[in-house]
């Protein structure tokens, strides 16, 4: 049998576009979302002040997403209008988290396997509700795959080692500044430097407030809350030592950057010699191991002789 | 314009892409125009005595910040046709509306006018300027013209606390639109002209949120004293005004309680002097 010129399987390319994809998503750094007594805390290092990476979508429905910047923006664009709509339809009560993850689900997934590059992006998106209960904090791949998150998720960068800190430290129902200290926690690596206050970016949706639950959390509300965990003062030591926009997100950046890169030696050259699909598939995976998503392990890797 | 309401919504079908506009009432007019309050079709014969109106609304700026007020009573014609109907909307977190006249249309349009200023929010990341809220809220007005002509009139007093002066303004509008900013204090609605004779009599400048409160609450029951489409404080079924201040702290809307406490110090006053308080001659 003949085959075309460059001809690749669909399962090849659908692994090309997963790994492309959280190649791109890992490049970032870790956005973490988790549940505290009076609703969902938000918390991504982010030295920009004007590009959210955390955002509202309506009373009760907030936004995380990490990876290329005009994509997930256009998702949360998109997410807003989805809310607005329906809210003004109905009734406001009628706009609800899963409603919009099946929006964002159905257009990931869709993008995923119509387009060429998928979206590099992953999103939670997470609604309080009356009590803890009705909390839903919902995390949706670049593939369509939603995760029904219970208690907390972390996402982007080095996803999976910010999820184990976080898992060792949570616990159900902290007060607002216990849940930002296990976050902060979580997000910086052992040993290492906390992001200054100057370079956080941190929201609540509280159940407590009236209309729209959601609310940033900044400058001096944001620092007293830090004074109140354990390590604040060292966060906001860090603050001070270090001048606006230098060395420690940056270096984060590089480093993550540079394992990105050697990870992806094994897969871009399996993709080169495509004939070859055998070895490839029996390529060891990266040591750090994306998140679990739905193509992985459900496809064929070729190592299967059928 | 057709509705694209039959198409999926989603991301995939360029509707929720940019509009170029962080405009939700321009979204809206392209995705379900039907959802807007309708502007283009002309009734048959004006039917605006049979649906039920809205009345008075007074509002009063106080030493950094505004009060809003309204009094309770819709009518149709000669028949009240509610007694405890809300005519001040909170518009967002630094502004809030009253509407007098058709009271089905102005509450669509409050409605549709808090999504408007929330989706500019959301969508730039930053909240519209005092001036800019008003403007939209006169484009709104003034798409409801034709529907004004017919009978439906409604017109709008818009209130906000402006960050940057740190005082609040007033703004009002007629049919056609807008809006003319008021200085100090204004009144719309069938009862307005007695409100605002009361309010011109009261007001003192740089007076404190509490006694701006007072004020208007004097101010609309002398509204209800001689207007009979507005309605004073219903002592027996416990149906005080709705009122809501905006401030630095933001819109806050009075409790029941703190209400009737007011309007419990103005009766007593009035039981011994029926016009309430007299401003002096010099």
Redesign the interface.
């Known amino acids: 049998m003949s085959m075309p010129f460059g001809y690749a399987s669909p399962e090849q390319i659908m692994r090309d576009k997963a790994d492309y994809a959280r190649k791109g998503i890992a490049r970032g750094r870790s956005v973490v979302v988790l549940q505290y007594e009076d609703g969902i805390l938000f918390v991504a290092p982010n030295p920009s002040r004007a590009l959210h990476k955390i955002s509202e979508i309506y009373d009760r429905i907030g936004f995380a997403a990490v990876g290329r910047y005009n994509e997930f923006e256009e998702l949360r664009l998109g997410g807003i209008r989805y809310a607005d709509i329906n809210g003004y339809t109905y009734d406001r009560s009628d706009v609800t988290g899963r409603g919009l993850a099946n929006l964002y689900a159905s257009n990931l997934g869709r993008i995923f396997t119509e387009s060429i590059k998928s979206l590099e992006v992953e999103v939670v998106v997470a609604e309080v509700g009356d009590t803890s209960d009705g909390d839903a904090i919902y995390r949706l791949t670049f593939d369509g795959s939603v995760f029904d998150e219970h208690g907390f998720a972390a996402m982007g960068g080095q996803a999976d080692a910010v999820a184990t800190r976080l898992k060792e430290r949570y616990r159900e129902g902290m007060p607002l500044a216990d849940a930002l200290e296990v976050a902060l926690t979580a997000l910086t690596e052992p040993g290492g430097e906390r992001p200054p206050v100057a370079q956080l970016e941190v929201a609540v949706l509280d159940r407590k407030r009236e209309h729209r639950k959601f609310l940033r959390l900044t400058g001096a509300r944001l620092e007293r809350l830090l004074s109140q965990t354990s390590a604040g003062g060292g966060a906001a030591q860090g603050a001070a030592e270090e001048p606006p926009g230098a060395a420690p997100g940056e270096g984060a950046g590089g480093a993550s950057d540079a394992s990105g890169s050697s990870g992806s030696s094994g897969s871009s050259g399996s993709s080169g010699s495509s004939g070859s699909s055998g070895s490839s598939g029996q390529a060891a995976p990266p040591a750090d191991t994306p998140p679990p998503t739905g193509p992985e392990g459900d496809i064929d890797d070729g190592s299967s002789p059928l | 314009m057709a509705s694209h309401r039959d198409l999926p ?4 079908n360029q509707l ?2 940019n509009t170029g506009s962080s405009s ?1 009432t321009e ?2 007019a392209a ?2 125009p039907e ?1 807007l309050p309708q502007r283009d079709k002309v009734l048959a014969t004006p039917i605006g005595d049979q649906v039920p109106h809205a009345t008075t609304i007074v509002a009063a700026t106080f030493a950094g910040g505004v009060v809003m007020a309204g009094d309770r009573r819709a009518t149709s014609g000669n028949i009240i046709s509610q007694r405890d109907v809300e005519k001040v909307f ?1 518009a967002d ?1 630094y502004s809030c509306m009253g509407i007098a006249g058709t009271a089905s249309t102005g509450i669509e349009m409050a ?2 006018y808090r ?1 408007e200023l ?2 500019y929010e ?2 730039e ?1 930053r909240t519209l300027s005092v001036a800019g809220k008003a403007n939209r809220l006169a484009t709104m007005i003034r798409g409801n013209l034709g529907m004004a002509m017919q009978g439906l009139v409604v017109v709008p007093l818009f209130a906000a606390y402006d960050p940057d002066r740190d005082e609040g303004r007033i703004f009002s509008y007629d049919v056609a639109g807008g809006p003319y900013e008021r200085d100090r204090f204004d009144a719309i609605g069938s009862g307005s002209i007695f409100a605002r004779g009361a309010l011109k009599k009261l007001y003192r400048d740089g007076a404190s949120a509490d006694d701006m409160v007072m004020t208007l609450i004097q101010a609309l029951y002398d509204a209800a004293d001689d207007d009979s489409a507005t309605g004073g404080p219903d002592v027996t079924r416990k149906i005080w005004p709705i009122v809501s201040v905006i401030d630095a702290d933001g819109y806050r809307r009075l409790t029941e309680e703190q209400v009737a406490g007011y309007v419990e110090q103005m009766l007593q006053q009035r039981l011994i002097s029926p016009d309430g308080p007299i401003a002096p001659l010099r």
């Not at chain 2, 919504?9 to 995939?12: N, Q, R, S």
Request: proline letters at 0%; zero cysteines.
């Open positions: 919504a989603g991301l995939v929720f892409h939700f979204f809206v995705y379900a959802l909170r977190d409605r549709l999504v929330e989706h959301k969508m990341g």
